[in-house]
């Protein structure tokens, strides 16, 4: 007998999730509330377990694709054994593949789409294949969709918002090194939830104190070598760079920034530096500071602080 195996209730007000982990492969054998899949929401992450011992026939939706609830996601043969060649091929394998949509005739080089996305596209009547999609192998999500239903229309530009202020553009070498993860559902709006809160509620800023004293001694004891070898002042600025590379080395998650759906971890390291000017202080960056020694990073800081003078 071949069980559904379908996306539960999510718990009030949730009715989408996306799937986030199968746990096994079609043909493997499966065990009576063995978990086979989780599932995201925006709240939570549940496992869907098996309603009886067999073998997991085929799987209809991929990982990262949005469910809603009810959806099927894959079929479970009861009482089946996984043949003995392998040991990950069922008596009769299904392929991986997502159903033929019913609905939408589509071409046969169409993309395959999730029951969500379907069901999104034909409510607002799109063509599959002007959509790009961001999904493994190309496929297409429901954010590829929801983006292109959100883009402002090119006919009328008079009535879009200002721009936000860009973004400095990023160096073809600073993209090298860089790591772009995807966020979970539930990472994305946690993400959402903080922006919102910097945007509405009063931001304080605490003060912790640290003790100096070694960086202090050091100082004294170098300063007048330093600055006869160098022809620069060693001061507290290039110590306090280089602390502050350190700790961003150590949790990288400060160094980060997010990109719609993603997370981008930067491995490289500009720090701005506060230098006073006449209308007041500005905040020049070192560039690639990780690479500069104690005498480079004064070096630049002093030169920088001419420059906002000047």
Not at 164 to 189: D, H, T, W, Y
Request: aromatic share 4%; proline share 8%.
């Amino acid at each position: 007998m071949t069980l559904n195996i379908t996306v539960p209730e999510l718990g009030e007000s949730v009715t989408e999730a996306t799937v986030a982990k199968w746990f096994k492969a079609p043909g493997e054998a499966v065990s009576l509330d063995e978990p086979l899949v989780e599932l995201e929401t925006d709240k939570i992450a549940l496992e869907v377990n098996a309603a009886s011992a067999g073998v997991l026939e085929d799987i209809l939706v991929p990982e990262g694709e949005d469910v809603e609830v009810g959806t099927v996601l894959g079929h479970l043969t009861e009482g089946a054994a996984p043949k003995a060649n392998g040991g990950n091929g069922a008596a009769a394998p299904a392929p991986v593949a997502a159903p033929a949509p019913a609905p939408v005739a589509q071409p046969d080089d169409t993309p395959v789409l999730s029951p969500a996305v379907r069901k999104l596209i034909e409510e607002n009547d799109l063509d599959p294949s002007t959509v790009t999609g961001s999904g493994k192998d190309g496929r297409i999500l429901k954010g590829d969709v929801l983006s292109l239903l959100e883009a402002p229309a090119p006919q009328a530009p008079a009535i879009e918002a200002p721009a936000a202020p860009a973004a400095p553009a990023r160096k073809s070498g600073e993209v090298e090194r860089e790591e772009r993860v995807p966020m979970s559902r539930l990472r994305q709006r946690v993400a959402e939830r903080l922006k919102m809160a910097q945007d509405t509620a009063a931001m304080l800023t605490t003060f912790n104190e640290a003790d100096m004293s070694q960086v202090m001694a050091a100082r004294s004891h170098y300063r007048d070598a330093f600055e006869k070898k160098h022809g620069v002042r060693l001061g507290f600025m290039s110590f306090f760079v280089k602390a502050a590379i350190n700790a961003l080395k150590e949790i990288p998650s400060v160094n980060a920034e997010i990109d719609g759906t993603d997370i981008v971890y930067k491995k490289y390291y500009h720090v701005g530096v506060a230098v006073s000017a006449p209308q007041g202080l500005v905040v020049p960056v070192l560039r690639d500071a990780d690479q500069l020694g104690f005498a480079e990073i004064e070096k630049n800081i002093s030169a920088l602080g001419v420059k906002a003078r000047d």
